[in-house]
């Protein structure tokens, strides 16, 4: 078909939308725009398009040039609709190239498409095809065709599916776009849940075993858990696969660490607060706890948190209620409350620094998490997952670690548990000049097996941690960052020791 062919058959130019057609497209912009996945609203388009022609077939095609690809389809096989030698396929090739609609009442008298066989043969008398466009980019089009209805196939018609085509345009991109992303996130919730599942607890030592078994029991409750043990055990990473194993896993997960904020942020950042209920308060905010509505909490070193929050976060355990601050209005919330801490909550409660109810609504579930001490076995499984982890994340092979070096690794005390080991070994990936990680390469001090039981473990703490000081010229914030520990923790053992030693 030529250009002066092709432009004789634009409609466009003369043509009209009328009131009635200019309310359909109202209706329908209003239809189609509220459709998000990419099928159902191809299939509404074409639907749309057949009724507004009277046509007895059709289909439409995404893609550019050679690429275009049969996505939906009336009373016409896709693999017919684009047969090399088929009047169709050269029909919407031609208007995606050209980017303007073709119509023709009448085919078969028509010398626009004179001496087409597959036309005469199939008996076509109406053809109309109209592309979507949005940008400058071809986004495919729609073919219609019928032997025996003529009457839909005139150029107001085709104006208003051509300007339903427009809109058609923006919903497919937007569609297209919204289907890329469900796509992407479903790639990065696998690998969340990888990460972050119960496949993401790494060992098959008799207590992590122990663990995991009591998160698959309590995976599908919202019972609220609390979650035990040293600093480095991985209680958050647990707290994490409990979310994202159960049935709130499409939901967000919120940690919040509560350890050294003020009162009045803390209270502000879990329940919001109203314009003017503190200086500073220029304008309403919501809590996390609104914010992360029907997800999952995780209140780390819940132990800190004040006795005046400790009130209003019983509240929302026992209620499901809250109320911003300096307002008088109660709103509902629906999370899934987990909890952390380091310290013996149940003693916290016997000095009166935590409210005793809101430690039984805490505490209805204890996850106590091992020290990597007690992990028999679970150092290898740890070193190679790490070994893994970085060598992915820098795009690099993965380094093995020597015989004597592992050694040094399942011996030494590692105070600052799993966290700890993986500073280890992500700090040895990088001194390490070649696939080999040495003792060289390996900044711990090894503390013989034999040697833990004739200890205390406060003692084993203290003596690791001055080693790790002279070993960084008394740098704290390095050896924090050695031991996997937060420099708050260090300070304060620190001068735990020197108050023992003043005595």
Not at 273 to 298: C, M, R
Not at 405 to 419: C, D, F, K, T
């Amino acid at each position: 078909m030529s250009d002066n062919a092709r432009q004789s058959e634009n409609p466009l130019s003369e043509p009209s939308l009328t009131q009635e057609h200019l309310q359909a497209l109202f209706e329908i912009s209003q239809s189609v725009n509220s459709i998000t996945e990419i099928g159902s609203l191809l299939e509404r388009v074409m639907d749309i398009a057949i009724r507004a022609a009277e046509a007895e077939r059709g289909f439409l095609v995404l893609g550019d040039g050679d690429a275009l690809k049969v996505r939906t389809a009336r009373n016409i096989s896709p693999e017919i609709a684009m047969d090399e030698t088929g009047f169709s396929r050269s029909i919407v090739k031609e208007v995606a190239r050209s980017r303007h609609p073709i119509l023709t009442a009448d085919a078969q008298a028509d010398p626009h498409f004179a001496g087409i066989e597959s036309l005469i043969v199939k008996e076509i008398h109406a053809v109309a095809s109209v592309p979507f466009h949005l940008r400058g980019r071809v986004l495919g089009a729609i073919y219609l065709d019928s032997k025996t209805r003529r009457s839909g196939f005139n150029p107001g018609t085709l104006a208003f599916l051509a300007a339903f085509a427009n809109q058609a345009a923006i919903a497919i991109e937007n569609a297209q776009l919204l289907e890329n992303l469900r796509v992407e996130n479903r790639l990065l919730r696998t690998q969340v849940d990888r990460h972050y599942g119960f496949s993401g607890l790494i060992g098959h030592s008799q207590k992590m075993q122990q663990v995991i078994l009591l998160l698959r029991k309590i995976v599908n409750s919202d019972i609220p858990t609390l979650f035990e043990g040293e600093s480095g055990t991985g209680k958050e990473l647990a707290a994490r696969a409990l979310h994202n194993e159960g049935p709130r896993k499409h939901k967000p997960f919120m940690a919040l660490y509560c350890g050294n904020i003020p009162e009045h942020l803390l209270e502000s950042e879990l329940f919001g607060h109203k314009k003017g209920a503190f200086t500073g308060a220029i304008s309403d905010k919501h809590g996390l706890l609104e914010v992360y509505n029907g997800g999952t909490f995780f209140l780390d070193e819940v132990a800190d948190i004040p006795p005046a929050i400790q009130a209003k976060l019983l509240r929302v355990l026992q209620d499901g209620e809250i109320r911003r601050v300096g307002d008088t209005e109660t709103r509902h919330v629906d999370v899934r409350i987990l909890s952390a801490t380091n310290k013996a909550l149940a003693k916290e409660v016997e000095k009166g620094r935590f409210r005793e109810d809101l430690y039984y609504r805490l505490n209805v579930i204890t996850v106590t998490m091992p020290p990597l001490r007690e992990r028999e076995g679970d150092i290898p499984l740890l070193v190679n997952h790490f070994l893994k982890k970085h060598a992915e994340k820098a795009g690099a092979s993965v380094k093995r670690v020597t015989s004597k070096a592992m050694q040094i690794l399942e011996s030494y005390h590692w105070p600052g548990n799993v966290r700890e080991l993986e500073n280890a070994i992500e700090r040895a990936i990088v001194l390490a000049d070649d696939d080999d990680i040495t003792p060289a390469e390996l900044i711990i001090a090894p503390v013989p097996k034999t040697a833990v039981a004739r200890k205390t473990l406060k003692q084993h703490e203290r003596e690791i941690v001055l080693r790790s000081l002279e070993q960084t010229g008394g740098n704290k914030t390095r050896t924090a960052e050695i031991l996997g520990v937060s420099l708050r923790w260090l300070h304060y053992k620190l001068a735990e020791w020197k108050r023992t030693e003043a005595k």
